[in-house]
């Protein structure tokens, strides 16, 4: 299984950028789909988890209606669009999956696969 996060970069704040992540090597179906972040001297912070089915979706609080997690099952494909971006949006993010016969979870650790991360720059 890959989970490979693209579309980091420097961007001034207010700005956007706009994350994807190509998952491949199995069925996602069951699966939940989320974005964490990581910035230096911190643990891996809960960002956005979108159910693969269903389309459901989980914000954290400091990201809620600036961020927005979608994804395209005829891609394989889980998207964050960050619009408004702040400078304590910068961080390492990451995309992950887990079993949804596990519940929605924000705990990093907790998610099956993890991928490596792509890194966003908020400069002012």
């Known amino acids: 299984v890959q989970l490979q996060a693209s579309g980091g970069g420097v961007v001034q704040a207010r700005g956007y950028l706009r994350l994807s992540c190509a998952a491949s090597?199995?069925?996602?179906?069951?699966?939940?789909m989320g974005w964490f972040r990581q910035a230096p001297g911190k643990v891996h912070e809960f960002v956005a988890a979108?159910?693969?089915?269903?389309?459901?979706?989980s914000y954290a609080d400091s990201v809620k209606g600036r961020f927005t997690i979608s994804r395209d099952k005829a891609k394989n494909t889980v998207y964050l669009q960050m619009n408004n971006l702040k400078l304590e949006d910068t961080a390492v993010y990451y995309c992950?999956?887990?079993?949804?016969?596990?519940?929605?979870?924000?705990?990093?650790?907790?998610?099956?696969?993890r991928g490596q991360g792509t890194q966003v720059t908020v400069s002012s």
């Open positions: 992950a999956a887990e079993n949804l016969a596990a519940g929605w979870s924000r705990d990093w650790n907790r998610y099956d696969y």
């Open positions: 090597g199995r069925t996602f179906s069951n699966y939940l």
């Open positions: 979108i159910s693969w089915s269903a389309g459901g979706t």
